[in-house]
């Protein structure tokens, strides 16, 4: 079974023009294959998920993303062994392609990786300590993180407290808007993520803004901010 989705999205392919080339693992996100993979999804992000954008709305991609989720839960061994391959190759393919090769493991989901350990290692991104990690995360108390994974925190309409915690701590904070984006916000400077997905490359201390895309621009929870 295939794990990963190299620039499978406009936002990734976006990074080859800044040389780089995204690889992201997407499972089913919350609890749709009856395991929890996002312990802090609140209502407004399960309803504005981008689960099923784009390709996600075939009900064999559907179908694929429940069975890499399940793989993960019921045979870890048997899975991790097949991401660090899939890793390995997505390296030489960058390589070949003359692009640098970076990983996006929470697609669709918030497990923390920098815990799950692999061929002695105690996470991937210490198995592969050259190589550019990152994700999106409502997990504000994330700690000990490898220097090569990037987090940046993501804002729901009920995490304020924890966002600004996760922002104290030196994450950045994504956030989602409808209208016209605003120049500042929780005290901090916005800058555009939708210009690109390469989170790692933001300059600390920012709000990353994105704009309400697909089921977000009618949310009524309160998880997109006006601006």
Same mark, same amino acid.
């Given at each position: 079974?295939? =794990? =990963?989705?190299?620039? $499978?999205? $406009?936002?990734?392919?976006?990074?080859?023009?800044?040389?780089?080339?995204?690889a992201i693992l997407y499972l089913a996100p919350a609890?749709e294959s009856g395991y929890e993979v996002c312990p802090?999804?609140? %209502?407004?992000?399960?309803?504005?998920c981008l689960n099923k954008a784009g390709m996600g709305?075939?009900?064999?991609?559907?179908?694929?993303?429940?069975?890499?989720?399940? #793989?993960?839960?019921?045979? /870890?061994?048997?899975?991790?062994?097949?991401?660090?391959?899939?890793?390995?190759?997505?390296?030489?393919?960058?390589?070949?392609?003359? =692009?640098? @090769?970076?990983?996006?493991?929470?697609?669709?989901?918030?497990?923390? #990786?920098?815990?799950?350990?692999?061929?002695?290692?105690?996470?991937?991104?210490?198995?592969? @300590?050259?190589?550019?990690?990152?994700?999106?995360?409502?997990?504000?108390? /994330?700690?000990?993180?490898?220097?090569?994974?990037?987090?940046?925190?993501?804002?729901?309409?009920?995490?304020?407290?924890?966002?600004?915690?996760?922002?104290? $701590?030196?994450?950045?904070?994504?956030?989602?808007? %409808?209208?016209?984006? @605003?120049?500042?916000?929780?005290?901090?400077?916005?800058?555009?993520?939708?210009?690109?997905?390469? /989170?790692? =490359?933001? @300059?600390?201390?920012?709000?990353?803004?994105?704009?309400?895309?697909?089921?977000?621009?009618?949310?009524?929870?309160?998880?997109?901010?006006? $601006?």
């Amino acid at each position: 079974m295939k =794990l =990963l989705n190299i620039d $499978a999205n $406009a936002k990734t392919v976006k990074g080859q023009g800044r040389g780089y080339m995204t690889a992201i693992l997407y499972l089913a996100p919350a609890d749709e294959s009856g395991y929890e993979v996002c312990p802090m999804a609140s %209502k407004g992000c399960r309803k504005a998920c981008l689960n099923k954008a784009g390709m996600g709305a075939f009900s064999n991609v559907q179908a694929a993303r429940i069975a890499k989720t399940k #793989w993960y839960f019921e045979d /870890r061994p048997a899975f991790m062994a097949q991401l660090v391959k899939e890793i390995r190759a997505g390296i030489r393919y960058a390589q070949k392609m003359g =692009l640098i @090769p970076v990983f996006r493991l929470n697609g669709t989901s918030d497990i923390r #990786w920098e815990s799950v350990g692999v061929d002695g290692a105690r996470n991937v991104m210490e198995l592969f @300590p050259d190589v550019q990690f990152y994700d999106y995360t409502k997990l504000s108390n /994330r700690k000990d993180l490898p220097a090569n994974y990037k987090l940046t925190f993501s804002l729901a309409e009920n995490n304020d407290l924890q966002a600004f915690a996760a922002a104290s $701590a030196g994450l950045n904070v994504a956030a989602v808007f %409808k209208g016209k984006l @605003p120049e500042t916000f929780m005290g901090r400077t916005v800058i555009n993520g939708d210009d690109s997905d390469l /989170r790692f =490359l933001d @300059p600390v201390g920012v709000v990353v803004a994105l704009k309400a895309k697909g089921k977000a621009k009618r949310d009524t929870t309160g998880f997109v901010r006006a $601006a």
